[in-house]
Every structure is written in C-alpha cells, then in structure tokens.
C-alpha cells in the first residue's frame, strides 16, 4: 500500500507541476511579457489547464484515489490528502467536458464584453454575458448541490462550509455596528492626511517596501518582489513565493500597504509544509484564512501604532522633506482615516466591509431569482447611497468596477470580509497566547508572531476547514464582534468617539 | 482531409504549447529564480518534459501523422510539415522508454560530476561519468542509424545532413590557411586595446547595449533583455523572443558583443512566420545556421569599419573619458585584436575555429573509439599547445571549460565553427544581392540586410535542409573559402599583413 501511496503522490504533484508551470507563466504575462507579446501566451496557458483538468479527472488516477480511501493503514495527514483529493475529483467531474468549454468559452467572452463596458462605461454592454454568466452559475449550483440557499455551493468553492445563513449571521450586527461606529466619525473632525500625497520618489518607495518586507519576515532567498498593473501574490512551491506592487509617486499609501497585504499573504505560502508539495496539506485551506493573513499584516500589525512606534523613525530618514513636522501620532491617524469611498480596492478598513455586503447582497438576490441582472445597476447605486452615502456618477466607477463577475466569480466577494473578520479574532488570540506580542512589534519585532501563525495556520494546509481551524486556534468559530472590538478600540483612539 | 490536417496542427501546437512551457520556466530560472527555490523548479520542467515526450511519441498521434503522409491534397507546406513531423517521431520512438530515462538519470549525475570536477579542478572526478555518457552516445548512433561514421549520426542531430566527411572537407583548408594567416599576424606588432578594459559604467553599458539592439532591428516590442550569468536567447514563439546579456564594467567587449550574437539570434526567431507556430516550418533550421546569424551580426556587421563608423561617434558620447583620444582606426584595430586563448567562450574570430577543431578531432576519435576518455587530458593539452600555442594550466581551463559533454551533447561543437562559415558565405551574398549594403549600415541602417535575411532565411523555418538553403541562397554548398577570404581582408586591414 505504501507504493500505491507514493504513486498517488507522484500523480498528484505532477497535476500540480501543470498547475505551478501555468502560475509562472502568469505571473510572467502581468511582470515580464512584452506589448505585443500576448498572441500565443493565452493558447500556451490554456493548454496546460485542459492537460491539468484531464489528468485531474483521469479514471485511472480516480480509482488509485478510491482504492486508497479504503485504505486504512494510512497514517492521519495521508488519509486527509486522500480524502480532500477525492473530494476535488468528484467535484470536478460533476461537469462534463461539454459543460467545462461552455464555461471557458462564455468566461472569455464576458471578459472581453467587461472590458468594453468599461472603456465605453455603459454597464449594459456588459449585460447580456453577464445574463448568461448567471444562468451558468445557477445550473452550477444545482450541479454541486447545496442544502438551504443555491448560492450556498458557490460560497463552498471560495470558502469551504460557508453558507448564506452564516454570513447573514455575521453581516447583521456587522452592518449595523458598523453604521453606528461612522456616524459617530462623521460627527467628529475630519483627519489631515494631505501630507501622505506629496510625492514620494519611486525608487525610495521601492527600497522602502523592500525593507518593510523583511522586516515582517518574507524571505527573499525564496521570493522576489516586482512591479504589475495590480498587485498580486503567486506561488509555484512554498519555496518560490512571489509578490508585486505598484507604485503611485503623489500617493504614498498605494504601495507600502499593498506591500505588506502580499507579504501577509505570501507569508502564508511560504509556511505551507514543503514536504506536503502538490497534496492538499500543502495547500492553503480557503479564500477567507488566506485574507486573513494579508489583513492581519496589513491592518492589525501595518496600521496600528507599535508597528510603527518602531518604524516611523526609519520612513522619516527616508522621506524628511514629505514628513516634516509630522509626529507620530499625526502620522498614525492619518493612515487611519475613515472617509466612504466609489471602489472597493480604495476604501478604509470600514467602508470595506460595505462594498463586500453591497455584492453579497446583489449576488444572493440574484441567485434567488428576486433580481434579474437588470436590476442590478439599480440595487448597486441605491445600496452605495444608503450604505455609504456616496452617489455612484457612472458604471465604470459603479457594478463595472470589478473583474470577478466578468470571470463568472459569484460567491467571491464574501471572503474578503471573512478575511478581515477572521484577522481580528485571530489577532486578539495570538496577543493571549503571545506575551508581550505588541511590545515586540514596537521594537520592530514581529518573529514572535510569524512563529505563531505559522503554528497555528501555516503547517496545517487543509488539514481542517476554515471553521474547524478558527475554532481549534480560538475555540469558537468565525464572530464579528471580534473586529467590531478591534474597530471602536482603534476608531475611539484615532477619533476619539466613544 | 482538411480536418485532418487542422487536427494536425493542434495536436502540433499542443506539445509546442508545453515545449514553450518549459522555455519560459527554463528563462525564469536563469534569469528570476531566487537563490533557495530551485527544490521544485526542476521538478516542474521535468514533468512537462515527460508529457512532451509521451505526446510526441503517442500511437495515435504517429497514426494521424502517417494517414497525412499518403494524403496528396496537401500543399508544399503543409506536406513539409507533415513529413518533418513524421521524421522526427520516427527518431523519437526509436529510443525506448527505458533508454531515455537511463539518459535523463545519466545527464544529471554528469552535470553534477562535471560541476564537482570542475570545482575541484580535477578531471578524474567527472571521467567514470563520461566514459557511461560515450557509451551511451555509441548506442544512440547505433540506434539512430549512419552510412559511413557513427559520429555521422549525433552530427545529424544538430545540423541535418552533417557528416565527417563534410567537416573533414571544411576544417582542412581552414586549418592550414588559418595558421598561415596567424603566423603572419603573430610577426607584426601587438595591437593596443587596453583602453577596452577601462571602467565601464553598468547602467551605461546596459543603455548602450539596448540602443545596438534596437538599431540593428531587435524589436522591444515583443522581445526583452535581462541580465543572466551566462548570456542566451530564448523564444516562447516568434512574437516573444527574449535575450540576456552580462556586464563586466572592467571589460567592454564582454558585454556588447554578446548582445549583438544574441541579438542575432532573437532576429533570426523573431523572423520566422508566425502562422507557423509550433510546426517544422516554424522552427529554426539547424544549430549552424542560428549561429550563422548570431556571427553574422556580431562579427560581420558587428566588428567592421563601417558599422563603427556610424556608432562610434555615440559611443564615445556614452563613455568620453575612457574613449579619450582613441580614434576610430584605433577601435576598430582593438575591437578585432587576435590573441591566442586557453578558453573558447573568449576566443577571437580566428583562433575560435581551432577551439572547436579541437574538440571535433577529440569526440570524433572518441566515436570511432581510437581513444578513450582517459586519453582525453593528453589530446587536449597537446592539441593546444599545437594548434594555439598556449600550455593548458589546469583542468578547469582545459577539457572540463564547457557544459556540453556534461549535458551528454556530443557533435555540438562543429555548428560553432559551421556558424561562422555560413555567416561569411552569405554576407558576401548579402553585398552582391543589395546595393551599397555596407554604405547603409556605415549610415545606420541596417534594415536592407535584415530584409535580406528574412526573405532568404528567416521566413522558410525548416523548408530547406541547411545545405539546400545554402545553395539556394549562394548557388553552393558550404565552402570555407569565404570565410578565409573574408579573414585575410579584414586581418590584412587590421594588422597589415598580406
């Protein structure tokens, strides 16, 4: 059995092989390719993916799978990558092929109609895919099965055991502590941040990221940072982990925060167990916890003040001129400022949330039936009036802003939320189980914490699903209250509401 | 029948799909790889190697590929294409899988023999493995089939239709004239070029180096230039065809010359039709004529009077002080300095024949076994002292400076100095077919000789077996002459001698 173990193992990494050769290709395509370059790029991508799927759903490799689930003398972790290994074959092969090129085909036609919308910024260019996108999504739902809501099947494949109920759950008093929380800043005087938008030099920014970057703990003996359009983090082992960022000259927060959100991110890759190479152990367990990592870096370490009780001194040295005159503290709220906002990928740690409920809810709606994609430009405006009070000027900056329904991603956007709700809990546990853990922040010593995570997330892969593992690190499973705490101790701080 | 051949060409392109694959894994190894992530990298490319390899050799795909054979309805092309596919898949399967995995394992234990050996400055490390990787190239011949020598068969590898008999006919006029004209070189006095190994600024070199590539017709807009240990040239397909380069900033000619020879290749695959991607007649022809191209732009254009007299005047702009005083003659004279060598990587135009005419004599004596592997060392020491007058000091410099035994690769060598013959061949070619060829480029434009290229060699892929492009193009086969010839004129210029 141990042999038919290893050639288990052996089939499966070599499906990951295909998989990681596809990440280096794209992350060669957004950080290398030249203009004219993409012609057979796309062709070259789509012919490793169609390779990876058929050996991912080859017969021959599912009954060694099914043989080896009835094995018992596997030990635990080989029981668990044999179980999870199953589990994604038999998810795959609910859609046959005829299924699998319809989606490919109507995906990127749909990309092609988001892009033109966009540019031409009339959201019904866009509508007839999108019309179709969500027949599609629906018939996949009915294929995976779901038990209450049939836009539980699409959460589980970002967010596995993830449910309408549950996120109803924790949107509630989400929404509605939120809301209170920003009325009392919108009472209270608006912060000065006009000093983050001078210009910063791109090469200082650069050197500046670089460093933040070690200092947090990625290692570049087994990673690299470059620059893309939109920043990312890839990975083609635990051992290649890779993160970009971008660099806006007259916005000094555009990079240094999407450089620590990848780090966090990256971070997690390179603490997935090298030995698990290819297995589902040796991969990360959802959209939600992933998020988590990146928010965790980015928000509860990189905005807070011992992080940068160290670190301001260091960025003054860089930037004198960009910084004279202000102090700490200013410094720190100014990085903090809570103003609503038109996109998503621009707003403050509270707005955030926000955006995430607003395509939660239109989503969920639609895969009701109680909305048409008609409806939708409509719902979206109304919402960002009544949520955030902003009025949405044109599609392009309205429901033509984000990619993922242009993907045929339904079901996405929720873990991002999760993914801070998730970082809060999880930061207020590591600072019990870590003494002192902010104190060493302040001395620009987060090792501690890394060892942590790494502990508790990292090394485990997908030995239990995201809930099982909030609830063995914290013991309870996913609660908002946990960030609505974090948000009124730093907003009191920052704004002084109470 | 037109289905069939459609079916052809997307089964082609799939495994050209997977063999661009690993281009681009290979290129991001060379050129992006952090220091501690190659664990899985080679992992990754062997994987889709093997895929390659099994879907280039599948039953099917050989029954798909005969069925065309017989079919009439085809045009020229599609013919060609057709029947050089069936040729390579007859070669292909002629080795079992046993046999090529016996290669791949030997390969790899060379590499790291020859590495150690090399480190350690001692061949003996690295005979046992060569002796196994002589053996095995013994077999392959015998496998792959020759009419008068067995080295016939691995010479066919690399430049179809190449034999000993040929090589014998090219090499022995090239050495008995080579040497008279070092003889007479070697009576004259030094040239001076010591103002070659001033200090060179990188990033300046860097800037000057990308001004020559897109001068001589690189195009950046689906090409790139990185910085690799040792400079190449890779294509993913001809509209993505990228070159890497090195910088010594104590040694000018280090790095311009190897971006024009790598420039030369890059034109040579950006050249080639890209409607035939992935298909015979969208590859380059044999290992000779690329190299014909790189030498034809490094050495043809890129070391004569009158591409320095357009450029020299930029470039004592870049670099006045270390310039200072140096006259146009003065550089031209320096850039085409003769010097006996120990290592080929550095040789001069003419003593690099002599270098490969080395090692031909050596792997050809290995072939027909008059010597073995231990006899290796003596031959080689002798042959230098000899041939270039220069005592070998150690192992490192002698027979273990080259990769390529290390790789199993024997038979290579010769296309070096074939390159070369070709390149002077058809550059008189060039001058007779376009008027005022050289007062163009001495003008900067070197767009007539580009064209000339394209139309005579780039465009046709593997139409024409070299030797047939040859005689297309020149009305004869590969002859020596011209490059004596264009030796003796430009050494009688150079060093006066006549």
């Not at 991969?283 to 370490?301: D, F, K, M, T």
Request: glycine residues 6%; hydrophobic residues 35%.
């Amino acid at each position: 059995m141990a042999k038919l173990y290893s050639s288990f193992v052996s089939k499966t990494q070599q499906i990951a092989d295909i998989g990681n050769s596809i990440a280096v290709l794209s992350w060669d395509k957004e950080v290398n390719l030249p203009k004219g370059s993409a012609r057979f790029r796309s062709q070259q991508i789509s012919t490793l993916a169609t390779l990876a799927h058929s050996f991912a759903v080859d017969k021959k490799y599912r009954r060694l799978v099914e043989k080896l689930a009835a094995d018992k003398s596997l030990n635990r972790q080989q029981k668990k990558n044999v179980k999870l290994t199953l589990e994604s074959i038999e998810k795959a092969t609910k859609f046959d092929s005829a299924f699998v090129k319809r989606r490919s085909e109507l995906v990127s036609q749909a990309y092609h109609d988001w892009v033109k919308a966009k540019e031409a910024n009339d959201h019904t260019v866009f509508l007839p895919a999108l019309e179709k996108l969500l027949v599609l999504n629906k018939e996949e739902a009915e294929i995976l099965g779901y038990k209450k809501h049939p836009y539980d099947a699409l959460l589980d494949i970002y967010e596995p055991k993830l449910t309408v109920a549950k996120l109803d759950g924790l949107f509630k008093p989400l929404k509605r502590d939120l809301k209170k929380i920003l009325r009392k800043i919108n009472a209270t005087k608006q912060i000065d941040n006009t000093f983050l938008f001078k210009r910063y030099s791109k090469n200082t920014q650069w050197q500046y990221g670089l460093d933040i970057l070690e200092q947090i703990g990625y290692d570049f003996n087994i990673g690299r940072q470059d620059i893309s359009i939109h920043p990312f983090t890839t990975s083609f082992s635990s051992q290649d982990v890779r993160v970009t960022t971008r660099i806006d000259e007259n916005d000094f927060s555009n990079m240094l925060w999407s450089c620590i959100h990848e780090g966090g991110h990256a971070l997690y890759e390179m603490g997935l167990p090298a030995e698990q190479y290819g297995l589902p152990l040796g991969e990360a367990v959802s959209l939600g916890i992933h998020e988590s990592q990146s928010r965790l870096w980015e928000n509860n370490v990189g905005r807070s003040l011992p992080f940068w009780k160290h670190n301001f001194k260091s960025l003054k040295k860089k930037f004198p001129k960009q910084l004279e005159g202000v102090s700490l503290r200013k410094f720190y709220k100014a990085i903090n400022k809570v103003s609503p906002n038109l996109i998503r990928t621009e707003a403050d740690e509270l707005h955030y949330h926000f955006h995430v409920i607003i395509r939660y809810e239109i989503e969920k709606e639609l895969m009701e039936g109680t909305i048409s994609v008609n409806d939708i430009k409509t719902q979206w405006n109304k919402k960002y009036k009544s949520y955030l009070g902003v009025d949405v000027p044109d599609d392009a900056r309205g429901m033509l802003q984000d990619i993922h329904w242009s993907h045929g991603s339904f079901g996405y956007f929720p873990t991002y939320s999760i993914g801070s709700l998730y970082a809060a809990q999880l930061y207020v546990q590591a600072k019990k189980d870590i003494e002192g853990l902010e104190t060493q922040i302040s001395k620009g010593n987060s090792t501690p914490l890394l060892a942590w995570l790494r502990e508790n997330i990292h090394i485990h892969g997908r030995m239990y699903h995201p809930e099982q593992l909030c609830k063995r690190i914290t013991g309870e499973g996913l609660n908002s209250k946990y960030f609505l705490k974090y948000a009124m101790e730093k907003y009191s701080d920052v704004y002084g509401i109470r």
